[in-house]
Each structure stands twice: as structure tokens, then as C-alpha cells.
């Protein structure tokens, strides 16, 4: 895919880059890299330095968590559009990554190198001031959210919660709902609990239609719906 195949799309959702003028986000896209990489492939990885900011143009990605144990801790989703894994690099002083991300589904990212970014934010002041929106409205928000659930929520209610959050974040629409491309173990590995507990709470749900599995796949007929049948 070339620059000027994604510029008017796809670039158009990109977060770092909102308010910016067309003109000056295709300065900023032409100093871009473009990288494809499969599914399951891992980027970034935890500990690891901090030298590239990197967006996901097309695709589905997440951090993950590797804990002393071995133990992989799914966090956040990341979806086309998303900054991941190297806002500090806008910051000279050097940073590791606290977690790894790695693909989900085949995807695309650009990445600038932290000189190359840090020259554009100080051109373009904007840059930064999304930089903290993206910092304080989602990452922060996002492990607030999740740390509240798992000091305050059962592991039913934090299987819902996790169901619930992902619908708009990566469903896609069918013929049978929202489908949502996401395993048992993954969401065991989202709230914290075991594979056997979620899976016995996704079998009951199913058997009393509060969503449907089906390929390796789930389906909610509506957030609301689902809300309402597991409470």
C-alpha cells in the first residue's frame, strides 16, 4: 500500500494526528514507515528500550503482559487508528516498554523514530496535546477500570465487563449480532481467572441465550441484551 493510497482514508482516523491540517499530516505521513506483519506476530516487547512511536493503520493488535511466572496477562486492545507502545519516545530521556503488543489479526503500522516525532511536535504543537488525551483518556482510564474491576467485581461480572468493553472496540456486525473474534482463554487471560471458569460461564450464558458461540467465535445479539440477561 502506498502513501497515497492510505493518506485520504485510513489516516484520517489517526488519533496522534487529529486537528492537524491535510497538509501537515501528509508531511508527517510521507516520514512515516510502513511495516505488514501476520497475526500472532509480537512487536514490541517488554523491557526492551523505547525508539519508534508506532500507529496501527490497519489490523487488530493488543499489550500483553508477560508476569515472572510465565503467566500472559491480556490488557488493552489496539484498533486501526491507535498510537501504541512508544509515546515516551516523545520524550528524550529513555524509557523501556512496560508491556509487550503484538498482532491479532494481519496488520499495518507506521512508525517514526523519537527525533523524527519530537521535531514534528515541536512544529506542530498539537502532537503533544493529543499525546496526553491518548496518555490520560484511554491508557489511564483503561487500567483504572480494570484495576477497580478486580478489586471489586466477581469473576462473572468481570467476564461480562470484558464482553461488553470489546463489543464496540473490535465487534463486527453479522447476520447472528456482534461478533466478536476472541477465545476462552483469551478472555480467562483479560479478567484474571481461569480457562475452566470462563469457560463454564460462556457455556451457561449460551445455554440461556445470552449470546451464541460458534467457530471458535462469539456472538452478542445486542450489548444491552447481553447486559441485561447476565445481571
Known sequence: MSHLQFRSADAQNIELLRGLRPQDVDLILKSARQRRYSA?????????????IRTLLQGR????????????????????????????????????????TETVRDSIVLS??????????????????????????????????????????????????????????????????????????ELADSTNISPYTTSRLINEWQRTGALRKRRGKIFLGSPERFSLRVA
Request: hydrophobic fraction near 45%; include cysteine.
Open 40 to 52: 500472532r506476530t509480537v512487536i514490541t516487547h517488554q523491557g526492551e528500550p523505547i525508539s519508534d
Open 61 to 100: 493488535a493488543r499489550y500483553f503482559y508477560q508476569t515472572p511466572t510465565g503467566k500472559k496477562l491480556i490488557l488493552n486492545w489496539i484498533t486501526p487508528g491507535q498510537t501504541f507502545a512508544g509515546l515516551a519516545a516523545l520524550s528524550a530521556a529513555p524509557h523501556t516498554y512496560p508491556a509487550s
Open 112 to 185: 517514526w523514530d523519537g527525533p523524527t516525532m519530537r521535531a514534528f511536535a515541536h512544529q506542530f504543537p498539537l502532537i503533544m496535546e493529543n499525546a496526553v488525551v491518548v496518555a490520560t483518556d484511554r491508557h489511564i482510564a483503561w487500567h483504572l477500570a480494570a484495576h477497580v474491576a478486580l478489586c471489586s467485581k466477581t469473576a462473572r461480572e468481570r467476564v461480562a465487563h470484558v464482553l461488553l468493553a470489546l463489543a464496540p472496540l473490535i465487534g463486527q456486525k453479522s447476520p447472528d449480532g456482534i461478533e466478536l473474534d476472541v477465545t476462552n482463554q
